[in-house]
């Protein structure tokens, strides 16, 4: 039977007992039904995972007993800082799941010219709050111990003026542009439109700003699809340890 994995704030230890609230004891208890002597796999984001037994469940709490802790080889040797314009719906819970899934860093969600998501105010913080959590369900199935940061929407410009060193990517169909060479040392960031794409003028200041135009293949991608794409080549090419 697989062994579940599960997200958990707490700080682990191993030989320690934790009580796990709120979400985490909903799921174990009624999605799961695991009993006492029951097994898990927990993770905090320390880039652990550590071995737990089930030893008590109880209507709104799950007591366990952490064991043994060890480092699992899930995580990328590349830094991947993700721009990513926000689309609709499913298509940007999709490319967030999978870029976490594929080994990103960092996702930051981007309102840009063409993009037909309004958010403000409370809408904000909860649509931050939902693509965080799609970060850590994918943490969680994918193995991955270390949790991406999904931060808070902000603009383009915004995200431009701060994107620091490292190789600098963005994707544009009509650049003929291609990835080899060694592993960046400061990593990559990678800018990706939404469902309408970058403007001309967007990618002309995302060009200004040190980012490099790449294409991949003669195709157009699909804005949920892009991301799939790039970040596989990206890991295919320097996510491995030397």
């Known amino acids: 039977m697989r062994i579940s994995r599960l997200f958990t704030a707490l ?102 010219e063409h993009c037909e998501v309004k958010l403000s105010g409370e809408r904000v913080d909860k649509r931050q709050s939902h693509w965080q959590q799609i970060a850590i369900s994918a943490c969680e199935q994918s193995g991955r111990v270390k949790v991406p940061l999904v931060e808070t929407p902000q603009n383009l410009e915004t995200w431009l003026a701060r994107t620091g060193g490292g190789l600098r990517l963005v994707l544009d169909h009509e650049e003929s542009g291609h990835l080899a060479g060694p592993r960046p040392a400061n990593g990559v960031s990678l800018l990706i439109g939404p469902e309408g794409g970058l403007s001309p003028a967007e990618i002309a200041a995302a060009k200004t ?13 699909r804005t949920e699809t892009a991301p799939v794409a790039a970040l596989s080549v990206l890991q295919f090419l320097w996510g491995e340890p030397d």
Do not use: C, W
Not at 23 to 47: I, M, S
Not at 57 to 79: F, N
Not at 209 to 217: E, N, W
């Open 11 to 112: 700080p682990l230890s191993a030989d320690s007992t934790r009580v796990l609230t709120d979400a985490a004891a909903h799921y174990l208890g009624k999605v799961l039904r695991v009993g006492n002597g029951d097994r898990l796999v927990l993770f905090n984001g320390d880039g652990l995972e550590y071995q737990a037994t089930v030893e008590n469940v109880g209507k709104h709490e799950v007591q366990v007993r952490v064991g043994a802790a060890r480092a699992p080889a899930t995580e990328s040797a590349l830094h991947t800082h993700l721009g990513l314009g926000i689309s609709r719906g499913e298509r940007m819970d999709y490319a967030i799941q999978k870029s976490v899934e594929l080994g990103v860093s960092v996702i930051v969600p981007l309102f840009t």
């Open 209 to 221: 700003a040190g980012f490099t135009g790449i294409r991949l293949g003669n195709r157009v991608l």
